[in-house]
């Protein structure tokens, strides 16, 4: 089946401690992109992947990064989490010139 | 940059039309789209117009856009309980490939029995 993989799907921390999230697609889709939703703000974009090894910032990237060492794969990263990234993340891929398939969403909570 | 506008709020009776608007600014859109998210679900790709068309229509769903006046609408005929959801309009304006969507807030639809 063609999907988009996250995970945790469910993420308590604590200030500070380092996380990963992980990403994976089987449908070798070339973009790949990270957003977070926030109520009332509907889903910005944190950063996306054009393919291997090209990565580039969206419209909130402070505080997190990623990386694309694999086509399937595109962690996101958040080196020292703060309260303010409490949030529900979402991974998404498509092709070229296809629509974007999302992931389930992982909801993070840092305290 | 793009914005994209949508009201929060629909409350609409089972069994009647639901009409969700969105406006955007950009007005290079290639694709515009309307996302479904279910409670504690991902988002559901519903439907999508190019930005040369002015309506799209496919069973319950009709899509219109009026791209002089950069509105666009998704309805929903004889809505079901199953239609409560959040939906989420989206432009995608990238003329080389899929880089970014911009998303509206989400319009929450509440079906009234």
């Known amino acids: 089946e063609a999907q988009v993989t996250q995970n945790p799907r469910y993420l308590i921390t604590v200030t500070g401690k380092k996380l990963t999230v992980t990403c994976s697609q089987n449908?070798?889709?070339?973009?790949m992109s990270w957003y977070r939703q926030d109520p009332g703000l509907g889903l910005r974009q944190i950063y996306y992947?054009?393919?291997?090894?090209?990565?580039d910032k969206g419209d909130v990237p402070e505080g997190y990064k990623v990386s694309r060492k694999e086509k399937r794969n595109f962690p996101l990263i958040l080196e020292s989490p703060s309260p303010n990234q409490t949030s529900l993340y979402f991974c998404?891929?498509?092709?070229?010139?296809?629509?974007?398939?999302f992931g389930s969403g992982t909801r993070l909570t840092v305290v | 940059g793009e914005d994209v506008e949508q009201s929060l709020f629909l409350s609409v009776r089972e069994g009647d039309s639901s009409v969700i608007n969105c406006t955007y600014t950009?007005?290079?859109?290639?694709?515009l789209y309307w996302y479904k998210q279910e409670p504690g679900a991902g988002l559901q790709l519903l439907t999508y117009?190019?930005?040369?068309?002015d309506m799209k229509q496919d069973q319950r769903l009709t899509v219109l856009l009026n791209k002089k006046d950069k509105h666009l609408s998704l309805r929903i005929a004889d809505t079901q309980t199953g239609d409560s959801a959040i939906y989420f309009c989206?432009?995608?304006?990238?003329?080389?490939?899929?880089?970014?969507?911009?998303f509206g807030t989400g319009t929450r639809l509440t079906i009234i029995p």
């Open positions: 950009d007005s290079s859109s290639t694709y």
């Open positions: 989206a432009e995608s304006s990238s003329n080389f490939g899929n880089e970014k969507l911009t």
């Open positions: 449908m070798n889709h070339e973009y």
């Open positions: 117009i190019f930005s040369n068309m």
């Open positions: 992947s054009m393919n291997v090894e090209v990565t």
């Open positions: 998404a891929s498509s092709s070229r010139t296809g629509h974007y398939t």
